[in-house]
């Protein structure tokens, strides 16, 4: 019976971080003054000071970040060079 109940929750841990494939959190980085997007969980802890989503898609996020106040303008320079690393 532990056997199986062991398997059950090992079964349900992989299948919930597989979820997690795709989707992308804003978080803030006290440490470079910006708000990044990242494909994982963020770990709130040391230059982390926030994150939010999930969100489905990049774009989302992005449209996400742009509306949270503690983020900086993202100047279009930048932006591009976010495109351009897809």
Known sequence: ????????ALLLA????????GLFWVV?????????????NPVIDGDIWF???PYKSKADAK????????CPAVPPDDEKDEDSTN
């Open 63 to 70: 449209l996400a970040r742009s509306n949270i106040r503690a």
């Open 1 to 8: 019976m532990k056997r199986l109940i062991f398997a059950g």
């Open 14 to 21: 992989s299948g919930t971080a597989s979820l997690a494939d």
């Open 51 to 53: 994150g939010d989503g």
């Open 28 to 40: 803030g980085n006290r440490a470079s003054g910006k708000c990044d997007i990242v494909t994982s």
